[in-house]
């Protein structure tokens, strides 16, 4: 089993639409979270870290369900320039390995 | 601030020839990681150093890749010979410490004909 499951997606929507997606990881242990953001022909970028309490940024909400072990990235209000691969990313403490996922891409259409 | 330095940012080699690959981490960052990602594998940690010493070279594939970094400021990814299957997009990236956020560099894309 892999470290870090995604769905590879894609996820084809519609420009305004809301769009979430899940990310599972198999070692309890982890304590870092975070979601890259790759573009095509780019290197992955940090779109943000995920907190135990949920955070938010701007149209980004990112949830930890440590119980049942996955992080869930939410984006409301699609921009064509959320069309990207995301990337979930995790660590456990003292381990200097991240673990990623294999990424989900999001296609937002005009 | 200037991030992750890679050069260079293209390559094309024929098969056999020696590639070398150069980084420059963000400066008092004293974590350097090698990844390669291919369509097929998506990212594959191939080495890390804290404080530039080799942690974990477990992810190198065979004996034609080496790394080092003689220094805070600079490592080197060296594959001899090349292969095709080395075809790839090989990521240097750094942090300031175990935990914390990795920053990428652009990337540099080797094709191997």
């Known amino acids: 089993r892999k470290e870090v499951e995604q769905d590879p997606g894609p996820f084809n929507v519609p420009e305004g639409a809301t769009v979430a997606f899940n990310c599972t990881y198999s070692n309890s242990a982890s304590q870092s979270f975070f979601w890259y953001r790759q573009d095509c022909r780019k290197e992955p970028k940090l779109l943000m870290s995920v907190y135990s309490s949920g955070n938010e940024d701007g149209r980004f909400t990112a949830q930890l369900n440590r119980a049942s072990q996955y992080i869930s990235l939410l984006i409301r209000d699609s921009k064509l320039s959320d069309s990207a691969t995301y990337l979930c990313?995790?660590?456990?403490?003292?381990?200097?390995?991240?673990?990623f996922g294999a990424g989900t891409t999001v296609t937002v259409r005009a | 601030d200037a991030g992750v330095i890679q050069s260079p940012r293209h390559e094309v080699t024929e098969m056999g020839q020696e590639v070398t690959l150069r980084c420059k981490p963000i400066s008092g960052h004293n974590s350097l990681f090698w990844y390669r990602q291919t369509m097929m594998r998506g990212l594959e940690l191939l080495i890390y150093f804290n404080n530039n010493v080799p942690i974990d070279d477990s992810g190198m594939p065979e004996d034609r890749f080496s790394a080092k970094m003689p220094n805070a400021s600079f490592s080197t990814l060296k594959i001899q010979p090349s292969e095709p299957r080395d075809s790839a997009v090989y990521f240097c990236a750094s942090s300031s410490g175990q935990g914390y956020t990795i920053y990428f560099g652009e990337g540099s894309w080797l094709t191997v004909v």
């Open positions: 990313v995790v660590n456990s403490w003292g381990d200097y390995k991240l673990s």
